[in-house]
């Protein structure tokens, strides 16, 4: 039963995505990108599975991520003034890509 509830809270998410690009509706399609419930659901489930000492070393990687978010999304959105969509998305994961392999270099 729950991977049943998980697996509807992800679809609906998905579906709300569609509708809002579908629909135009550029604000909510552009905050579902970055929907902080799905950061409140994997903090749940880290709660429950993980220890103090494990939670605390992924919310540092969670830093790490969001920084990598930021850096994604506003590539997309930089690149798309110069190529098209989909290639920005395709720079913006190389770019992504190029910042957490940095990043494992640094922090070794």
């Known amino acids: 039963m729950d991977y049943l509830i998980k697996f509807v809270l992800g679809g ?3 579906v709300l995505a569609t509708y809002f690009s579908k629909t135009k509706n550029i604000f909510l399609s552009g905050i579902i990108t970055t929907l902080p419930i799905i950061t409140l659901l994997n903090m749940m489930l880290q709660i429950k599975y993980m220890n103090t000492q494990e939670f605390h070393l992924a919310q540092r990687s969670g830093i790490l991520g969001a920084f990598g978010l930021v850096l994604f999304v506003a590539s997309c959105y930089v690149l798309t003034t110069w190529v098209r969509p989909v290639y920005a998305i395709l720079f913006g994961i190389l770019i ?11 922090a070794g």
């Not at 992504?96 to 640094?106: A, D, N």
């Open 12 to 14: 609906s998410i998905v």
């Open 96 to 106: 992504l890509f190029l910042y957490f392999w940095m990043y494992k270099q640094v």
